[in-house]
């Protein structure tokens, strides 16, 4: 009997370096913003249509949003 192992590629929460197509775990903030868990990464936020998700989706929660990172775009502080 052969027996054929398939690689698995389970998705895997992305914890620096975020990129488009990774998963990203991100927690409300006092101000009412979400920020990406992170290690050593600059801040990254959940945009505002994302936002407007909350609530609609079983991964788009008050406490904690999982998705997928699919644009980036920067911004400055002011």
């Known amino acids: 009997m052969t027996t054929s192992i398939a690689p698995h590629f389970a998705p895997k929460i992305s914890l620096s370096s975020f990129e488009e197509n990774d998963l990203?775990?991100?927690?409300?903030?006092?101000?009412?913003?979400?920020?990406?868990?992170n290690c050593g990464a600059p801040h990254h936020y959940l945009s505002a249509e994302s936002k407007a998700l909350i609530g609609q989706d079983k991964h788009f929660r008050k406490i904690y949003v999982l998705g997928k990172i699919i644009f980036k775009e920067e911004r400055v502080a002011t």
């Open 24 to 37: 990203a775990l991100f927690f409300p903030t006092p101000k009412g913003d979400y920020l990406a868990f």
